[in-house]
């Protein structure tokens, strides 16, 4: 009986460590950026892609890629990369809808996966002032915490405007 009382211990501590830090148990991390329809001198999509200690960075016009990188960071850094998402607290809602309906805007995505069956998938649209999506939490610290990981973000985003 101690060791099924043991076990039943252990077990439901897993499962609510669990809960309460999910993104410990992902290796891999995506945000897609995807810009509003305008001509495509001023299109600017992003990826920023994490898996494990490898970050790739993708900027692309209509799937005309402008620029693109791949760096490693150290496991300190994707540590606090973690830290930064789970204090972010991204969680899924039921989808809210634009009933008032618009044109152009932004979107932005968010995936978190281990393997294909383990994954956590969240969206958000920005448009008229307005933003409808799956996800609620500290968005913009989300965002922040990718963008961190590609050394002068804002600077290579700009260049690749140039291309």
Do not use: W
């Not at 897993?14 to 809960?19: A, E, I, K, P």
């Not at 995506?30 to 494990?52: G, K, L």
């Not at 973690?82 to 995505?109: F, M, N």
Request: proline share 2%.
């Amino acid at each position: 009986m101690k060791s099924f009382l043991l076990f039943f211990t252990v077990f439901t501590a897993t499962l609510v460590n669990y809960s309460q830090n999910p993104i410990d148990d992902f290796g891999g991390f995506n945000y897609t950026f995807t810009d509003a329809s305008v001509a495509p001198e001023y299109n600017r999509n992003y990826t920023i892609a994490v898996e494990d200690t490898v970050v790739r960075f993708s900027v692309d016009s209509y799937g005309d890629v402008k620029y693109t990188e791949t760096n490693s960071i150290t496991r300190n850094q994707l540590k606090t990369f973690k830290d930064l998402l789970k204090k972010a607290a991204l969680k899924t809602i039921s989808p809210s809808k634009d009933t008032d309906g618009c044109t152009g805007g932004t979107s932005e995505y968010y995936l978190f996966y281990a393997g294909d069956e383990n994954k956590q998938e969240f969206s958000i649209s920005f448009c008229g002032g307005k933003s409808t999506g799956n996800v609620k939490g500290k968005i913009d610290d989300a965002r922040n915490a990718f963008k961190a990981l590609v050394p002068d973000f804002e600077k290579k985003l700009s260049a690749s405007r140039s291309h």
